[in-house]
């Protein structure tokens, strides 16, 4: 969804296929949540697939963006209430 939002010509399947190859070079160097080698696999894999760079940035942002950071928000509340409730 990312990479069609930001206005890639890729099918799905592509992406998918693309993620799964990027995703297997980055378990090469393994790295807490992938963080640093899933994203330059998978920008290196988006150019070789023809996106620009630029673009190919924007979507490995963005898939970060909604899997990494934007379910912390949650997670942080709960955590304060669970402070505030002196049950952790």
Do not use: C
């Amino acid at each position: 969804a990312v990479v069609q939002a930001v206005g890639l010509p890729l099918s799905p399947l592509r992406v998918a296929l693309l993620y799964l190859a990027a995703s297997s070079a980055a378990a090469l160097l393994p790295t807490p949540g992938g963080l640093g080698s899933l994203d330059a696999a998978l920008a290196f894999a988006l150019t070789s697939a023809g996106a620009p760079g630029t673009a190919a940035a924007s979507a490995v942002l963005g898939y970060r963006l909604l899997t990494v950071w934007l379910p912390l928000i949650p997670g942080l509340l709960v955590l304060g209430a669970l402070i505030r409730r002196r049950a952790v």
